[in-house]
C-alpha cells in the first residue's frame, strides 16, 4: 500500500477552500479508521496545502479555478469536492 500525497491549492479567506478542506479531512478521517488492523497505524495519506498568493506559478496556473485537489500531483478536482467521488479517487490511488 504507498502513501498517497493529497494537495489542497487556495488561498485565504476562501469559503470553498474550507469546504475542500473540510471534505478532504473527513474522507481521510472515515478511510483511516475504515483500515484493516495492521495497517491503521501507518500513514496512508499525507496532506499538503499551498496558497496560490505564495506561489506565482500556482496563481498563474489556478487564479480562477480554486480550490484545487490534487492526488499524487494529479488534478482531482477544481472548485467543489465531493465525499464519494474523493474517497473512491483516493481507495484507488492507495492500492
Known amino acids: 500500500m504507498s502513501v498517497v500525497t493529497i494537495t489542497l ?4 479567506a476562501c469559503h470553498l477552500c474550507d469546504t475542500a ?3 478532504v479531512t473527513s474522507v481521510i478521517t472515515e478511510l483511516d479508521a475504515s483500515a484493516p488492523a495492521p495497517h491503521n ?4 495519506f499525507v496532506v499538503e496545502e499551498l496558497s496560490i498568493l ?3 506559478v ?3 496556473r489556478y487564479a480562477e479555478e480554486v480550490p484545487v485537489v490534487l ?3 494529479r488534478v482531482h478536482t ?3 469536492a465531493e465525499a464519494a467521488r474523493l474517497k ?3 481507495l484507488e490511488a492507495s492500492t
Not at 9 to 12: A, H, I, L, R, Y
Open 58 to 60: 500556482l496563481l498563474a
Open 71 to 73: 492526488i499524487n500531483g
Open 41 to 44: 497505524d501507518s500513514p496512508r
Open 78 to 80: 477544481i472548485w467543489r
Open 9 to 12: 491549492v487556495g488561498k485565504p
Open 54 to 56: 505564495d506561489d506565482p
Open 21 to 23: 478542506r473540510d471534505v
Open 88 to 90: 473512491a479517487a483516493l
